[in-house]
T-cell receptor
Framework: DSGVTQTPKHLITATGQRVTLRCSPR?????VYWYQQSLDQGLQFLIQ???????AKGNILERFSAQQFPDLHSELNLSSLELGDSALYFC??????????????FGSGTRLTVV | AQSVTQLDSQVPVFEEAPVELRCNYS??????LFWYVQYPNQGLQLLLK??????LVKGINGFEAEFNKSQTSFHLRKPSVHISDTAEYFC????????????FGGGTRLMVKP
């Protein structure tokens, strides 16, 4: 158990629907990162939150949004889902920035299948 | 912006043989480098990281990596692999003192055969 909890583990939904993925960071970690892992694109950075504030944005589609709540858990909202959104979505947390030498602790991921 | 290239998408190797997984990075500034491992149906786990100092870094499970600034490389090695090392390995980079997120390479699937 890495200490980062992601729910649900699996999600199957239809095109056009909206889903919410949830992440609880490791105790003491203020940063939460969301990544999308697909076979053709590899690990793509989506967005980072630090202590409730958006800190960095990557290749996140406008149909996707995220937030971090006062208790530091984070949610990634995916709407108007398309078949191409099927992927493994990872949440990671860290106590500080990788640029300061801190690595991430990853959750086990949410596998999203859009049918 | 930084980028990471993992030159081999798959590396098959026999059990107890040595292995090297290659990683090259590109950045205009100093970087920190990381190797992560992903076992089937699991999240990524940190194997080792290079921040500064000795260019040879030792990690968990007998892995080590060598930072080569002139060749902008950070190759991962293990002298003798086990079946249990079968996994996907990711190299990642962050800009030193400025990077607030990791950029990952495309991954290398290590397949250890009996």
């Amino acid at each position: 158990d890495s200490g980062v909890t992601q729910t649900p583990k699996h999600l199957i939904t239809a095109t056009g629907q909206r889903v919410t993925l949830r992440c609880s960071p490791r105790s003491g970690d203020l940063s939460v990162y969301w990544y999308q892992q697909s076979l053709d694109q590899g690990l793509q950075f989506l967005i980072q939150y630090y202590n409730g504030e958006e800190r960095a944005k990557g290749n996140i589609l406008e149909r996707f949004s995220a937030q971090q709540f006062p208790d530091l858990h984070s949610e990634l909202n995916l709407s108007s889902l398309e078949l191409g959104d099927s992927a493994l979505y990872f949440c990671a947390s860290s106590v500080g920035d990788p640029g300061s030498g801190y690595g991430y602790t990853f959750g086990s991921g949410t596998r999203l299948t859009v049918v | 912006a930084q980028s990471v290239t993992q030159l081999d998408s798959q590396v098959p190797v026999f059990e107890e043989a040595p292995v090297e997984l290659r990683c090259n990075y590109s950045s205009s500034v100093s970087v920190y480098l990381f190797w992560y491992v992903q076992y089937p149906n699991q999240g990524l786990q940190l194997l080792l990281k290079y921040l500064s100092g000795s260019t040879l870094v030792k990690g968990i499970n007998g892995f080590e990596a060598e930072f080569n600034k002139s060749q902008t490389s950070f190759h991962l090695r293990k002298p003798s692999v086990h079946i249990s090392d079968t996994a996907e390995y990711f190299c990642a980079v962050s800009e030193n003192n400025a990077g607030n997120m990791l950029t990952f390479g495309g991954g290398t699937r290590l397949m250890v055969k009996p």
